[in-house]
């Protein structure tokens, strides 16, 4: 077998692949794949990996969803591709607008729609500084997220993203201030109980709006449960707590629901899990299943309306992408929706399942978390993390630089397990249509990387 012209040496000289460390997985070799049944993808030499993080946290009907598929198909047989420019738009992206809004928290509300998440949360920045401007209020720009927040790549969405990785471009750009992550085991003080943590995280809120003046503050950003800082739930209370302090300032509160949205955390969208009404989703990932590259701007009927109106005022909103709206994308979605929320085809909705699986998976994890090297387990509905530590009792972090998590993901890739190190933690997020067996299939290699890898470095 010549290993200079396998797939992995032919991946490894010509693809630059998105957050790899190129050299060490030039060192490990990169995993090929042709494609996927159920939660499994398959690589070049026949063998299954069990995708314990549904790709990118999208691919929530599996890798083969026979309805999704034949409903792509026949959208490429009638209509393959369009825009939604100059007052024209393709039927299905009218339905689809209508079913956003049906199932969204919104009584009404107008959608657009875009390629990523990133540029959803870009579309999103725009509309406010376009909006507040055309308003007479161009100073009212910044925005406010949290550390450890995802919200994308772009420039914008990566000056919203709460990580240090995005000073080497020299970001964030002026106006996008972060806030404390709400993550109570990491950042509560000593002695702080809950409660204590969360009355903190409201009173930095209130310093921050001070210090920076309410009337230059756009919005607040957030995702219900953080996905990509680590699955990060808030502390107890901590919407209750902010969101009260955003309205009284007329600051917008959207809620990023890349990950979260359309049944990850038990219910269409985690704003409903965390019982508030944002002024705007952020929509992408399992709106289409993962089958197409489609994100979306979610305005609820305020920021629909104003939207409206600044746009007649200077004849049109000049924002938009080629694919915006494609009719493909839409009618991908449309199923999708149908699938995971409604049930398709006489199955029952995909959501099911979250609730089927959430308790065992939430047992699995908490098993695990009592190994002595992993610090805490978090998670909601079918999103969980567990946290590698050194030092149980000090929550002190292994040193080194590859990091533990990312040889217990390694350890599982060998197994025949995909799973994500995120910092320190673990990551699992699989696919809705998990089956019991699949699950402890998932647990047991997990837990046998996790005994080989902690002996070692232990
Ligand atoms: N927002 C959140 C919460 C995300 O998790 C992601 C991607 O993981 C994004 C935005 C960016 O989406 P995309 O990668 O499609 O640009």
């Known amino acids: 077998d010549d290993k200079s012209n396998s797939w992995e040496a032919r991946a490894a000289a010509h693809t630059l692949y998105g957050f790899t460390d190129l050299p060490t997985v030039a060192a490990r070799g990169t995993v090929v794949l042709t494609g996927g049944h159920g939660p499994y993808v398959t690589d070049v030499h026949g063998r299954d990996y069990l995708d314990a993080n549904s790709g990118l946290w999208n691919m929530v009907a599996g890798f083969d969803p026979p309805g999704l598929i034949a409903a792509a198909q026949e959208a490429y047989g009638r209509f393959p591709g369009y825009h939604a420019f100059f007052g024209r738009m393709s039927d299905r992206t009218v339905e689809l607008s209508e079913k956003l809004i049906a199932v969204s928290p919104f009584a009404d509300g107008r959608v657009f729609y875009t390629n990523s998440g990133s540029e959803a ?13 055309q308003e007479g209020r161009p100073e009212r720009r910044k925005i ?13 969405s990566a000056s919203m993203t709460g990580k240090p990785y995005n000073s080497v471009f020299g970001l964030p750009l002026p106006g996008f201030v972060h806030l404390t992550c709400p993550h109570y085991w990491r950042e509560g003080k000593e002695g702080e109980s809950e409660a204590a943590f969360t009355a ?7 310093e921050v709006i001070a210090r920076e003046g309410a ?7 957030a995702e219900p449960v953080m996905g990509a800082g680590g699955v990060i739930p808030p502390s107890e209370g901590y919407f209750e707590a902010v969101l009260p302090i955003l309205r009284k300032h007329g600051i917008a509160v959207i809620s990023d629901e890349v990950i979260c949205g359309l049944g990850r955390t038990g219910r269409a969208w985690g704003c409903e899990t965390y019982g508030f009404v944002p002024d705007a989703i952020i929509s992408s990932k399992a709106l289409t299943a993962g089958l197409f590259p489609m994100g979306a701007v979610i305005l609820g009927p305020e920021l629909a309306d104003r939207l409206h109106r600044a746009s007649e005022a200077v004849e049109e909103f000049p924002h938009g992408f080629t694919a915006s709206g494609h009719p493909v994308g839409c009618a991908i979605a449309l199923k999708a929706i149908e699938t995971i929320l409604e ?5 029952p ?46 929550k002190t972090p292994f040193p080194g630089h590859l990091s533990v998590s990312e040889r217990i993901a390694n350890a599982c890739t060998d197994a025949g397990l995909i799973c994500r190190p995120l910092g320190q933690a ?27 890898v902690f002996a070692e470095v232990a």
């Open 121 to 133: 949360n870009d579309t999103l920045v725009k509309m406010l500084w376009f909006l507040n401007a």
């Open 144 to 156: 406010l997220t949290r550390v450890n927040g995802y919200h994308g790549v772009t420039v914008v």
């Open 200 to 206: 903190r995280m409201a009173a930095e809120l209130e």
């Open 215 to 221: 009337e230059t503050i756009a919005a607040f950003v």
């Open 343 to 347: 049930g398709a085809d006489g199955a």
């Open 349 to 394: 909705p995909l959501i099911d399942g979250v609730h089927r699986l959430t308790p065992g998976f939430e047992a699995g994890l908490a098993r695990l978390a009592e190994h002595p090297h992993i610090g805490e387990w978090r998670g909601k509905g079918l999103m969980g993390a567990l946290e590698a530590v050194q030092d149980k009792a000090t």
């Open 426 to 452: 673990v990551v699992l997020c699989p696919p809705f249509i998990l089956t019991e067996a699949q699950m402890d299939e998932m647990f047991g290699k997990l837990e046998r990387a996790l005994e080989t």
